[in-house]
Nanobody, 120 residues
Framework: QVQLVESGGGLVQAGGSLRLSCAAS????????MGWYRQAPGKQRELVAA???????DYADSVKGRFTISRDNAKNTVYLKMNSLKPEDTAVYYC??????????????WGQGTQVTVSS
C-alpha cells in the first residue's frame, strides 16, 4: 500500500506562482513515473505533467514554459512549480504515482487532491 500526501495548493492572483509537493510513503519495490493531473469543475481529469525515474518529462501544451515538474528520488517526492498562473489553471490538482510492488506488479495511486484557485 502507498500513501500520497500533497501540499502547496491555495489561492493566488493571475501571474503569480505556486509550488505543489507530493510525498509517497508505504511498501513498494520502486517508484516509476510520477505525475500531476488536474480536474476543473465540469471537465475531465487531464494530465498536467509527468516525470520518469530518469527525469524525462512530459507536459500538457497549455502549461509548457510555465510549469516545471521535478522529483527527489531519495525523498520519494514529486514537485510542480507553477509560474505565470492563469485563471484557467484553476482546478483540483492530483498527484499520481506508478509503483512496482513487492510482488513485481505495477500499481497506480492517487493523492487526495489539492485546490489551486487563480483569481483574475
Amino acid at each position: 500500500q502507498v500513501q500520497l500526501v500533497e501540499s502547496g495548493g491555495g489561492l493566488v492572483q493571475a501571474g503569480g506562482s505556486l509550488r505543489l509537493s507530493c510525498a509517497a510513503s508505504g511498501t513498494f519495490f520502486s517508484i516509476n513515473t510520477m505525475g500531476w493531473y488536474r480536474q476543473a469543475p465540469g471537465k475531465q481529469r487531464e494530465l498536467v505533467a509527468a516525470i520518469t525515474t530518469m527525469g524525462m518529462t512530459d507536459y500538457a501544451d497549455s502549461v509548457k514554459g510555465r510549469f516545471t515538474i521535478s522529483r527527489d528520488n531519495a525523498k520519494n517526492t514529486v514537485y510542480l512549480k507553477m509560474n505565470s498562473l492563469k485563471p484557467e489553471d484553476t482546478a483540483v490538482y492530483y498527484c499520481n504515482c506508478n509503483v512496482t510492488g513487492r510482488d513485481w506488479r505495477r500499481y497506480d495511486y492517487w493523492g487526495q487532491g489539492t485546490q489551486v484557485t487563480v483569481s483574475s
